[in-house]
């Protein structure tokens, strides 16, 4: 038995003790990844690591030559030291494995290691978290599909490790590898292996690239860590006459225990994080922090304000705002905005509700860099004009289609890969097939044919639907159906019969978009979904507010645009600065202010 990391090098460069791996070994103890590059190239593997901090995170990188780590091990030697290296001529694998480099002329080649995994699993065994990879001694290892920045000859997607985790456990184990950046940190994907290119080989075992199988038992969720073994790929991709790395799951052991880390390497400190199941069947997860979770639920209360007195409350999903955002944060790549509520005989036949409203969610998720399209009935001219005059006066951005839907307009589906659809203040057919203002009035002549859009995109299980309404009649408030026919006035009418994916409920559709933006910008700035949406990839570089929502002026200034182009409101149907009978000056505005108020905390 060895007694200690130092005994262990020993061993291993007398070939006295070979291991399957180094996983369980030394528990408490530092390991590493180890990748060995000639020194011309450097400079490029250091800016590959920096600016892939979660695969490869820096700890130690040695001078042209030299065989030691002095921070991290006394008297160790990188050549003989691991228990299994892998050999790269020309970026291709020379032989399975070899146990010693010696024989190859050093004075040439710098060595960098890398935090790695392993170094938190005794912390995860010690908290009871049963690890079914140390019956196996080693964990599964995927190339995934997400790329890591480029630099120089290295081009390569991230490699994960797999942990198998019970569903009640998720959270625990993220907080107890949070602050363990040096080592992979969180998770940086939960669930849903196919989200990042990983596919079952049969059921309950995921096909692995490297180390051990990859099941996933029954009542466990498949957590992914970003994995060192991503070095490995990239020395492939470099093509590099000669290199080196330690063979997969054989790492170099130090002397410093993992929790001592912090003293000789920077490692970011997070707040306490949450993690939230947005999809069960899917089995997605999403990791924040606890104080952005209370603004996003901060933000859904300035919102359900039932102001018109319509019976808000029993249109409302728990959760579902949260999830929302949530889902349209970490996943949303190309979303369509369906709009315009057709209320009135005479151009402009759409109510001035949700028009706003479209505009924050497309420049909100325009800040994440998500291209949007805007979709209008093909007859909604003056719409299509106001949407086109929002992109030239800047509150939108320019290269945002829009698009004119009628009954000819098919195939988009096949033009356009949607990732999500989001109906804002946009009419769903009854029951009966007829779409029906709140006072049961019959508009179905003024109505295109957006609904069957989004019937067809709730078929798709690659996109994703997002219903916003205030009233129960509007396309994604089928899923709160009977509910709306069994408590709002006329339900039993004018309830949709288009359900969604997921539903916001609010006093003011406008008011959902503004909500959405809000809880987007409050996402971005949390460090810990940061890291997560980006797989840990990349820096924290939160945008400004002003990315994501108007300030007072710019949106009283959309407001009267929007009159002046000739918008009424939907409940008087006059033409002026109100939405479904409420003040702009006494209500409205004060419902921007008081999200502002909430995210700036």
């Not at 001078?63 to 970026?91: C, H, M, W």
């Not at 999403?286 to 359900?304: A, C, G, K, R, W």
């Amino acid at each position: 038995m060895l007694s200690s990391p130092a005994d262990g090098r020993k061993a291993y460069r007398e070939g006295s003790h070979p291991v399957k791996s180094t996983f369980g070994c030394f528990p408490g103890y530092l390991q590493t990844n180890v990748t060995i590059v000639p020194s011309d190239e450097a400079d490029n593997f250091r800016k590959f690591c920096l600016s892939n901090p979660g695969p490869c995170p820096l700890l130690f990188q040695s001078k042209p030559g030299q065989v030691s780590a002095p921070t991290l091990a006394e008297n160790s030697d990188i050549r003989t030291d691991l228990p299994a290296y892998q050999e790269f001529v020309d970026g291709v694998p020379l032989s399975e494995s070899v146990t010693d480099l010696s024989h190859h002329p050093w004075g040439d080649f710098v060595s960098f290691y890398l935090g790695c995994s392993f170094s938190f699993d005794s912390k995860l065994v010690s908290c009871e978290i049963e690890l079914d990879c140390a019956k196996k001694g080693n964990v599964a290892m995927f190339i995934t599909n997400i790329p890591c920045i480029p630099s120089g000859p290295f081009n390569c997607n991230m490699v994960v490790s797999m942990r198998p985790i019970p569903a009640d456990l998720v959270e625990k184990v993220v907080g107890l590898c949070v602050n363990m950046d040096f080592a992979h940190g969180a998770p940086i994907h939960i669930g849903a292996p196919e989200d990042i290119g990983i596919s079952y080989s049969e059921p309950g075992v995921l096909k692995s690239d490297f180390g051990g199988e990859g099941e996933v038992p029954p009542g466990t969720v498949p957590c992914f860590w970003a994995c060192g073994i991503t070095g490995n790929i990239a020395l492939r991709s470099a093509k590099l006459p000669l290199s080196f790395n330690h063979y997969p799951g054989h790492m170099f052991v130090a002397d410093i225990l993992s929790e001592d880390v912090p003293k000789i390497v920077h490692s970011a400190v997070y707040p306490k994080p949450m993690v939230i199941c947005t999809d069960t069947l899917k089995q997605r997860y999403v990791s924040l922090s606890e104080n952005v979770l209370s603004q996003l639920n901060d933000i859904e209360s300035v919102v359900t304000v039932d102001h018109g007195q319509r019976g808000l409350e029993h249109l409302l999903v728990p959760e579902e705002f949260t999830k929302v955002c949530l889902c349209l944060s970490t996943r949303a790549k190309t979303v369509g905005i369906l709009l315009g509520f057709p209320l009135f005989d005479s151009e402009p036949a759409e109510e001035n509700d949700g028009i706003a409203g479209a505009i924050y969610l497309a420049r909100a998720l325009n800040a994440l860099d998500v291209k949007v399209y805007f979709l209008v009935d093909e007859s909604a001219t003056t719409l299509s004009d106001c949407l086109s005059a929002c992109k030239s006066k800047g509150y939108v951005h320019e290269n945002n289609p829009l698009i004119q839907v009628g009954a000819k307009t098919g195939g988009l589906f096949a033009e356009v890969q949607f990732t999500h659809l989001i109906a804002i203040e946009r009419p769903s057919p009854a029951a009966d097939g007829k779409y029906y203002t709140m006072r049961a009035r019959d508009i179905s002549q003024n109505v295109g044919p957006m609904a069957e859009m989004f019937r067809q995109a709730e078929r798709d299980p690659e996109i994703t639907t997002i219903g916003i309404g205030d009233g129960g009649n509007e396309l994604g408030m089928g899923k709160v159906g009977e509910s709306v026919k069994n408590n709002i006035p006329n339900g039993w009418t004018i309830a949709a019969d288009v359900t969604s994916d997921y539903l916001i409920s609010c006093g003011v559709s406008n008011w959902g978009g503004q909500a959405v933006a809000a809880g987007l910008y409050a996402l971005q700035t949390c460090p810990i979904h940061s890291r997560y949406r980006r797989r840990a990839v990349g820096a924290h570089q939160p945008r400004p507010l002003t990315d994501f929502l108007l300030g007072p002026e710019q949106d009283l200034e959309l407001h009267q645009w929007i009159t002046e182009m000739g918008f009424r409101d939907g409940c008087t149907g006059e033409r002026e600065l109100s939405v479904d009978g409420l003040s702009y000056q006494q209500v409205h505005s004060e419902i921007l202010q008081n999200l502002i108020k909430v995210v700036e905390i």
